[in-house]
T-cell receptor, first 114, second 109 residues
Framework: ETGVTQTPRHLVMGMTNKKSLKCEQH?????MYWYKQSAKKPLELMFV???????ENNSVPSRFSPECPNSSHLFLHLHTLQPEDSALYLC?????????????FGPGTRLTVT | GQNIDQPTEMTATEGAIVQINCTYQ??????LFWYQQHAGEAPTFLSY??LDGLEEKGRFSSFLSRSKGYSYLLLKELQMKDSASYLC??????????WGAGTKLIIKP
């Protein structure tokens, strides 16, 4: 049990669909992250929230839209995705941003865009 | 640009020792992390090094040389459950983690 949960675990969607990924952390952390993990590639940081405020947006296409209503919940809204967006989407949290704070990861959502 | 290099795959024998290397070039340095990721599961934290030297934690040890931009993860007394991918990540000057592509470790009986 890592303390970070993600739903759904698997998602298949067409390019015209709209769906949302949900992440919840039960660790009392202040920072939350969305990552994309593609096969044999490094983890790609997408978004960072610290105390509910977005602090990083690493040139992510607008078809990905994050939402952080409170410090425990993080959403990733998806619309008009492309097949190359198929990947594992990982949510993580850390006590704070800064040196030595390790990130705790959820199990991920395996997304397939058809 | 920022870059983390680690071998794609390694094979070792149960009970043996294996060393997984990681070299990095980043904008600033605020520490190096090692994570373990079993297939289909979340990455889990193994170690953090910010000063040069060796950090030992049970069967796992991690070494850092900042002047060489180099780290390794040492796994002793290998067990079948150690079969996983091992991810090296460096925290840059913006407190972002820059990740390597991971090393898949295969343990054979």
């Amino acid at each position: 049990e890592t303390g970070v949960t993600q739903t759904p675990r698997h998602l298949v969607m067409g390019m015209t669909n709209k769906k949302s990924l949900k992440c919840e952390q039960h660790l009392g952390h202040n920072a939350m992250y969305w990552y994309k993990q593609s096969a044999k590639k490094p983890l790609e940081l997408m978004f960072v929230y610290n105390f509910k405020e977005q602090t990083e947006n690493n040139s992510v296409p607008s078809r990905f839209s994050p939402e952080c209503p409170n410090s425990s919940h993080l959403f990733l809204h998806l619309h008009t995705l492309q097949p190359e967006d198929s990947a594992l989407y990982l949510c993580a949290s850390s006590q704070d941003r800064g040196p030595s704070y390790e990130q705790y990861f959820g199990p991920g959502t395996r997304l397939t865009v058809t | 640009g920022q870059n983390i290099d680690q071998p794609t795959e390694m094979t070792a024998t149960e009970g043996a020792i294996v060393q997984i290397n990681c070299t990095y070039q980043t904008s600033g340095f605020n520490g190096l992390f090692w994570y373990q990721q079993h297939a289909g599961e979340a990455p889990t934290f193994l170690s953090y090094n910010v000063l040069d030297g060796l950090e030992e934690k049970g069967r796992f040890s991690s070494f850092l040389s900042r002047s060489k931009g180099y780290s390794y993860l040492l796994l002793k007394e290998l067990q079948m459950k150690d079969s996983a991918s091992y991810l090296c990540a460096v925290m840059d000057s913006n407190y972002q983690l820059i990740w390597g592509a991971g090393t898949k470790l295969i343990i054979k009986p």
